[in-house]
């Protein structure tokens, strides 16, 4: 590998990296940065535009009708966004990665059992699966992961269970089956490794869609519940008045577009390198 | 007593029976070719032997014996326990028989890490000396690459390292040489026969070339359509063929001490597909003296030392 010069059009190219990586490090360090705290309210400072003043203090964004600063919120809500987003994929995709290797590598009436599972998830709506978990377990932060786990699995699960399927006839793993490597250490240590790009393509994609399904539950007031910011309550909220102050929809909406756009390239550039994985 | 002994073995797919009556045995240290042509069954003999056979077939009768273990029987447990300790094996890729992404020192030392023989640095260091000994030149730094950054004779070089590190007492070897240059192929074999006779390893090679039987077998046990048709020592067998097939088989080698006489000889036909087996012997239809008796099935007779299934042997004027 060797060290490329500098240039300027290079590093413009991987915006979509860029914006992803300062909103990752705006929500690591939201406590240092924000211009006020999200939940604090200031009655007399309800519903003003971007640039609005008030003793010495700018809310940039505005403020909502609360007379909370939507910067601080928009921040403060990149957290919940991205925490979200990652550890229900982290979660789907260790479940699917699993059951679609296993399917795939066992065959047999694990693979009957497993394949029909992962065909029943996937005729579920998603959406009606949600609103029927939250009903039972009550809305809030780990119940929307374990949520948005349960409805995407499946997605892991097919491509995993493909590529399994694809790499599992190959000599190298047969050869390492002839060197009494028990199936887990075969799934493990020889097809994993082999089978993980495709599935880091998809887990990119996936990791957009998390995030517009996490606003999309908190919109619907089946995410994380207020005060607690987040972008989908956030524009939720605003949505009463967004013929008179824009921003408190606007600027989450914006958010969310860049955020879920930025994954979405990222996961194209991936899928060129790696080659198929959707 | 024979380190491996198969009796009658039958493997078979649901509606189909692909090798019936493989009867054959190999003793502690001794090289033992099964030849026959592409589709006779020998592959999956060896696959069995492994308890590695495929999607939907199985074993449906005989006793694969390794000491005194059926392995047609053997549990799961039992057969991780012997597969890359006590029997190892050779596919006929090297490079796809190898973990792309995986580097040929880890693989190599897989059986010792596996089988919980040495700790994963220890088994590191003897994979080096192993790649040493198949005469990988400067193993410290080729074991650190992938298999993708070697030639393919380096490729099996590796995979004869990786399967005789762990000191096996029987070698599988599953056409080793057909994928390689034919000045590769002399190296490869000279190589394994100076490993295992050095540590006393059996080999069960399986081939179709008879070149490389004669390189290195003391032992042939020649098969086809799912069974074996002779068996005996290797110069038995080029000298003194019984079967027809035998006979032909090794006229078809051209020789480099006679002037050519024209074209060279094929067996004429194909191998029957296990679907189109007649009853009877299942050389009749391209064989040179069918009868009448080759309508029923031939058994195994001759001498305790060279056997063959044929009712008119070569040499037998009846």
């Given at each position: 590998m060797t060290l490329k010069r500098f240039s300027l059009s290079g590093f413009l190219s991987l915006w979509p990296a860029w914006i992803l990586l300062s909103l990752v490090v705006a929500a690591l360090f939201a406590p240092a940065i924000v211009?006020?705290?999200?939940d604090r309210q200031n009655l007399l400072a309800r519903l003003k535009p971007p640039g609005f003043e008030s003793r010495g203090a700018a809310y940039f964004l505005g403020s909502d009708e609360l007379g909370r600063d939507v910067l601080s919120r928009l921040i403060y809500g990149a957290r919940i966004s991205l925490a979200v987003a990652a550890l229900s994929v982290i979660l789907s995709g260790a479940v699917g990665i699993l059951v679609g290797m296993a399917a795939g590598y066992l065959r047999g009436w694990s693979e009957t059992i497993l394949m029909r599972l992962v065909d029943i998830f996937l005729s579920i709506p998603a959406i009606l699966l949600a609103i029927i978990t939250v009903a039972v377990l009550g809305p809030g932060f780990i119940n929307v992961i374990l949520v948005l786990a349960l409805t995407r699995w499946p997605r892991y699960a097919r491509v995993a269970y493909g590529q399994t399927l694809a790499i599992a006839d190959r000599p190298f793993v047969q050869l390492a089956r002839a060197m009494g490597s028990s199936p887990w250490r075969v799934l493990a240590i020889h097809i994993l490794p082999n089978i993980i790009g495709p599935l880091m393509v998809v887990a990119t994609l996936e990791f957009g869609l998390m995030v517009l399904f996490e606003a999309g539950l908190s919109f619907l007031g089946l995410g994380v519940q207020p005060p607690t910011a987040s972008w989908g309550s956030m524009m939720s909220s605003g949505r009463n008045y967004i013929a008179t102050a824009w921003w408190i929809t606007m600027f989450p909406g914006i958010a969310l577009f860049l955020l879920v756009l930025s994954a979405n390239l990222i996961g194209d550039r991936f899928s060129d390198h790696i080659g198929d994985g959707k | 007593m024979s380190l491996l002994t198969i009796q009658d073995l039958a493997i078979r797919t649901n509606d189909l029976s692909l090798v019936d009556g493989v009867t054959l045995d190999v003793q502690k240290g001794e090289v033992v070719a099964l030849v026959g042509e592409s589709g006779s069954g020998k592959s999956l003999t060896a696959m069995s032997v492994m308890g590695l056979l495929g999607d939907g077939l199985f074993v449906d009768g005989g006793t694969i014996k390794f000491d005194d273990t059926d392995l047609t029987q053997a549990s799961s447990t039992t057969l991780n326990r012997l597969r890359g300790n006590e029997i190892a094996m050779i596919f006929q890729e090297p490079v796809s028989s190898l973990n792309p992404l995986l580097s040929v020192g880890a693989q190599v030392a897989e059986s010792l890490v596996v089988h919980g023989r040495a700790s994963p640095a220890q088994a590191y260091t003897k994979a080096i000396e192993m790649l040493r000994q198949v005469g990988i030149p400067e193993p410290e730094s080729r074991a650190r690459q992938l298999p993708s950054e070697l030639s393919g004779g380096m490729c099996q070089r590796v995979m004869i390292a990786a399967a005789l590190i762990s000191n096996p007492r029987l070698l599988i070897a599953d056409e080793p040489t057909t994928a390689l240059d034919v000045t590769i192929q002399a190296q490869i074999l000279d190589l394994m026969k100076d490993l295992t006779a050095r540590s006393d390893t059996a080999i069960l090679l399986i081939t179709h070339d008879m070149g490389v039987v004669a390189e290195l077998a003391d032992r042939v046990c020649v098969m086809y359509g799912g069974s074996v048709v002779e068996q005996g020592p290797v110069d038995d067998i080029f000298e003194a063929p019984h079967h027809p097939y035998t006979q032909m088989l090794l006229k078809t080698l051209p020789r480099l001490d006679e002037p050519p006489k024209g074209a060279l000889f094929a067996i004429p036909g194909n191998v029957p597909s296990p679907k189109d087996w007649p009853n009877g012997c299942r050389f009749q239809s391209r064989c040179d003296r069918p009868s009448d008796r080759c309508q029923t099935r031939p058994l195994l007779q001759g001498s305790e030392t060279h056997r063959f299934a044929c009712f008119h042997p070569v040499g037998d004027a009846s």
């Open positions: 211009p006020f705290d999200p | -």
